[in-house]
């Protein structure tokens, strides 16, 4: 191969240099600015590959991103089977996972993990086997990849490489669960995981306390309980919602109501995956627990600025009582 200094302008549209940080890959020449991607910052003294583009070269490497089952193998279609099983290698998030999902099907070809601790550092590798014409496939552990599973800096980097990223649409359980949940789904926004910590969740609840679109969120089983009781205070007790578990599974259960009723409905940690939905703000001036409580500050004792917080917000004294009591102690 000539050298870079050898090449015509011609040549250089050709090519697409990638500077190794860290395992990534960073585009020097050819990237394509409509999608957004500019070059991560590089470090002197890394390595420098190159890659010819694989049209040019007379390679025809191929990405797929290939949706999976939620919950039940029948709704894996017929050309995401054959794609699995003709693929020259299978990206899973988990290997052993997906063994039951690829095993049935008659996938047993190679198989390699990629996932949120690794993806970087595989990127070099993968992109050699696309540039040697082979044919990848993405899954994640159910559903769509990359909607809060990784797969990202995978797809950005294979397109700024110039090899095509192609989808097996299918199963995602933000779209199930919009579906079968009885609340607005013309316009919505999903937040994927709310904040593990209490104040950290809270605040993010916060900003999303006007939002209008309906809210589509993953919850962890164990906080499910602890995240409906913070909707409830920083949405109001009387928006209506949905919880969303075990989609398309054996015990598949759409419980609705208000964020309040969920809230006392559900005091233990629900088995199996869920959803929550919440519908939008109807009234973006509407007062709010966590506003009315800052505004009243310390300057009442618990039980009263209780009694007045709960004739403002329509909530439970109980909550709001309890709620104080939290917020004063940290």
Not at 133 to 155: E, K, M, W, Y
Request: positive net charge; proline residues 7%; hydrophobic residues 40%.
């Amino acid at each position: 191969m000539r050298s870079a200094s050898d090449r015509t302008d011609a040549d250089a549209r050709c090519l697409v240099i990638m500077r190794g940080t860290r395992g990534s890959l960073a585009p020097e020449r050819g990237e394509n600015p409509s999608l957004g991607i500019h070059p991560w910052e590089s470090i002197p003294g890394q390595e420098t590959r190159e890659y010819i583009d694989p049209l040019m070269a007379g390679k025809k490497g191929q990405l797929w991103v290939v949706a999976t089952p939620i919950g039940n193998l029948e709704d894996l279609g017929e050309r995401a089977r054959r794609l699995l099983r003709e693929a020259d290698l299978v990206l899973c998030e988990d290997t052993r996972h997906s063994a039951r999902l690829l095993d049935p099907i008659g996938a047993r070809g190679k198989r390699l993990s990629l996932h949120e601790h690794n993806e970087e550092q595989r990127l070099p590798a993968l992109l050699e086997r696309l540039a040697a014409g082979q044919q990848l496939a993405l899954i994640s552990d159910a559903g769509t990849p990359l909607i809060s599973d990784p797969g990202f800096r995978l797809v950005r980097a294979a397109r700024v490489a110039g090899f095509d990223v192609s989808v097996v649409p299918g199963p995602s359980a933000v779209t199930a669960a919009l579906s079968v949940c009885g609340l607005p789904c013309e316009r919505f926004v999903f937040e994927g995981f709310l904040p593990s910590r209490g104040a950290a969740r809270r605040k993010r609840l916060q900003e999303l306390r006007d939002e209008p679109r309906t809210l589509v969120f993953f919850e962890s089983p164990h906080r499910v309980p602890a995240s409906l009781r913070d909707m409830a205070a920083v949405f109001g007790a009387q928006r209506p919602a949905a919880l969303v578990r075990e989609l398309s599974k054996l015990h598949e259960e759409v419980a609705g109501g208000t964020l309040q009723e969920l809230a006392d409905r559900v005091k233990e940690s629900p088995r199996g995956e869920c959803v929550i939905v919440v519908t939008g703000s109807p009234d973006p001036a509407a007062p709010d627990l966590e506003r009315v409580l800052a505004a009243l500050g310390d300057a009442l004792p618990v039980a009263q600025a209780a009694g007045v917080a709960a004739k403002i917000t329509g909530l439970p004294r109980k909550q709001i009582y309890a709620r104080i009591l939290e917020r004063r102690k940290g």
